[in-house]
């Protein structure tokens, strides 16, 4: 076998020569063209579900989100293990496929079982699917924190809910901007709310019910279009703004009357 081998190396020396050089070229070629990371990515197929759970403790977060989350992706094709980090008002659900199932499919899985899932969840949380990305795709952490003393420009000190809209309105869209950045998770302060307690005595004492409030509040904060005018060849827009924007336009929401009178 070898002597046959080098006979026809010999005989055919200068094909076996541009056979050698031609292979020399393709390594050349190749290491060119090879990636090189300082952390190469070797993390397998998965698909993250975050749930923002405001108000939740991390034990909450687990038992409530986290377990009904990993229960729903139990059986899923081509599925190899889920994982859960619960943090205070967060969830996260990582779902790990096999290695070779396709991301789109496996993110589609996922979401169909989603939809399964809502029916065990609190109401007003919202699972959502994280983008497209790998295990390493979370890579830093931050706070935002005012300084001892700092005040507003009204002289009151910096709330959690202040820095919480400082945090959505003024550096989270600003990071989104920034290349190579896909997602952005608010964890903890306070969003802005507004609470309406009424008084069921005095509500039962003109007949109404807590469904009377709510159906008032939802009719009276929208703002409405109402057509135009022509005049003088010109259309003049007319709209009538309801837009709640504060405590006072709360309180001038007038929920029925009763005898002409409004409540």
Do not use: C, H
């Not at 026809?8 to 020399?24: N, S």
């Not at 909450?60 to 889920?82: D, F, N, Y």
């Not at 070779?100 to 609190?122: C, K, M, N, S």
């Amino acid at each position: 076998m070898f002597e046959r081998l080098i006979r026809f190396a010999i005989a055919q020396r200068i094909l076996v020569l541009l056979a050698v050089v031609g292979m020399a070229l393709l390594g050349v070629f190749a290491y060119q063209r090879l990636p090189i990371d300082a952390v190469p990515d070797i993390t397998n197929v998965q698909v993250q579900v975050n749930t923002e759970a405001p108000g939740y403790s991390p034990l909450e977060a687990e038992q409530r989100v986290s377990v009904a989350i990993e229960t729903a992706m139990a059986g899923l094709p081509r599925l190899e293990a889920t994982r859960s980090l619960s943090r205070y008002g967060l969830s996260q659900v990582t779902v790990v496929f096999k290695d070779g199932t396709d991301i789109y499919f496996a993110r589609q899985l996922v979401g169909e079982r989603l939809q399964q899932a809502r029916a065990a969840l609190p109401a007003g949380l919202a699972p959502t699917l994280g983008p497209i990305s790998t295990g390493l795709g979370e890579i830093v952490m931050w706070t935002v924190e005012a300084k001892p003393g700092a005040l507003k420009a009204d002289g009151t000190p910096y709330t959690p809910t202040d820095l919480r809209e400082i945090q959505d309105w003024i550096v989270k869209p600003q990071l989104r901007t920034v290349p190579g950045v896909t997602e952005i998770n608010t964890i903890g302060g306070f969003e802005r709310e507004y609470q309406v307690a009424p008084w069921p005595d005095r509500l039962a004492a003109r007949g109404l019910t807590l469904a009377d409030v709510v159906q008032a509040l939802e009719r009276n904060n929208a703002n409405v279009g109402a057509g135009y005018i022509e005049r003088r060849g010109e259309q003049v827009l007319i709209r009538a703004p309801g837009q709640v924007s504060g405590v006072d336009d709360i309180a001038d929401i007038v929920i029925t009357t009763v005898q002409g009178v409004p409540v």
